[in-house]
Every structure is written in C-alpha cells, then in structure tokens.
C-alpha cells in the first residue's frame, strides 16, 4: 500500500487552542467566531490540510470565499500544502483537485454544468436599459426628474428581493412620479417581467447567480441529489457576510 501524503500545515505551531479545536474538530459543523486579522485563513488552510492527512478526498473539499480576491489567495496558499521534500509544482496539489471558489461564482457553475446555457452576465447599461423597459411596459407613469434614478431604485430593490428571499408579490417599491410625489406601486409583476426577459436573452445579473441557481437546486430533485454528494466538507471564509440565499444554497449543498 502506498503511504498516505503527509501535506504540510501553515504555522500550525501558532494557532491557539480554539483555532486548534476548528483545525481538528471531527464531527459536526464549527462556527469560528474572530475578529478581522486573527488568523482565520490561517485556520482554513490549515483544516484543509487536516482533511486531506485524515484521507478526505480532495474533490470533496469545497472552500467557498467571500470574493474574488479572496479567493485568488486562499488558492494561492493552498497549491504550498505539498509532500514534504515535493515542490508543489513537481506533482498534482491539492489545489488543483479542492473546489475553491465564491459562492456567486459556485452558483454560476452550477447553472453552466446543469442547464446546458450558456449564460452572459449583464452589464450595468444593459441592466438599466432593461429596467427602464420594464418600468414602461408595467404601466407605470415616471417621468424624467432631475437627480431621479427610477432604474437605479428598481434595480436595488431587486437585489434586495433576491438577497433576502422576498416574495415579490409581498413587497413595494416607492418611486417619483413627480417633483415631491412619490407612489407606491407592487413589485410582484414587474418582478416577474425582469426576469423572464433576461432568462430569454440567457442572461442573468449578477445576483442571479445565487438566485436561479438556488431555484434549481429546489426544483430539480436530481441535480439537487447530485451536488449533495458532491462534496464531504464545506469550508467557508466570512460567513456572517452571507445573504438569506446564499446560506440557502449552502444548507441545501450541506
């Protein structure tokens, strides 16, 4: 039999007794709670190479970062865990097998690999254009003010919708329908409008990619079941960042 790699730890030698708990806990899920600068990559990186000592399969490790910068360098760090008297470039790392990734870009993956669409990301031109078109075609009377940005307004709100899990139908939007006046008008169809013409088109704005790719995970049994095998461990960098249906999709992956 041959021996299983011995990965190397990142100055293990400095974690403290709490972040040792995190590195080696062996069952149950570990919320690790720390300020900015207290090591929590360092904890990361290190419970990977824990994983992987123990014999976890490395494609069934999923790091998820809070941004894309992030997670340019939890990869980084972790090509380094490498046999001992091995260079990492001299063989496959365990970065190379261990999905890292923002969870905005899991999501579009997911899409990508179960739809079989090839989806574009809109632009912001393109998502005010769009916006401007929906408001119009709803029937809603808003004319041009000065310092009035109705494309803005809808736009946020919804992100806001899609972040939080809101019902559509449920909530309002307060728009200018004049110099001081303002009305409230349902968000439901609107909602509804915006959506289906950018699902037309294959594209998606940026949070749809948590959005449409939680909605498939809901609906469609199989590649729910898929995804949920998938992956043995989860480890994820500033949780408490997350929104309503990012920790939904996570739940549903775990």
């Known amino acids: ?13 400095d974690l403290d007794s709490s ?40 494609s069934g490790i999923l790091c998820l970062a809070f941004n894309t910068e992030a997670n340019k360098t939890l990869a980084e760090r972790l090509t380094v865990l490498a046999t001992p008297n091995k260079r990492a470039s001299d063989f496959k790392t365990p970065a190379s097998a261990v999905t890292v990734s923002t969870v905005h870009s899991l999501g579009f993956n997911f899409l990508r690999e179960f739809t079989g669409q090839s989806f574009d990301m809109n632009t912001d031109k393109q998502r005010r254009s769009l916006a401007l078109s929906v408001l119009r075609d709803g029937g809603l009377n808003l004319p041009p003010l000065r310092g009035v940005d109705h494309a803005g307004t809808f736009l946020n709100e919804l992100a806001r919708i899609k972040a939080g899990l809101y019902n559509p139908a449920d909530e309002e939007i307060e728009l200018s329908t004049g110099p001081k006046q303002t009305s409230l008008f349902t968000v439901g169809d609107l909602f509804n409008r915006y959506q289906a013409a950018n699902l037309n088109k294959s594209h998606l704005d940026f949070d749809d990619q948590i959005y449409q790719a939680l909605h498939l995970l809901m609906t469609n049994y199989r590649v729910r079941n898929i995804v949920q095998v998938r992956y043995s461990h989860i480890i994820i960098d500033e949780y408490q960042d997350l929104s309503q249906a990012q920790v939904a999709m996570i739940r549903i992956l775990s």
């Open 1 to 13: 039999d041959t021996a299983r790699p011995n990965y190397a730890y990142e100055d293990l030698d």
């Open 19 to 58: 972040q040792s708990k995190a590195v080696t806990n062996e069952k149950g899920s570990v919320l690790v709670v720390a300020p900015a600068g207290s090591g929590t990559s360092k904890v990361i990186i290190n419970r990977v190479a824990e994983l992987l000592n123990r014999g976890v399969d490395p």
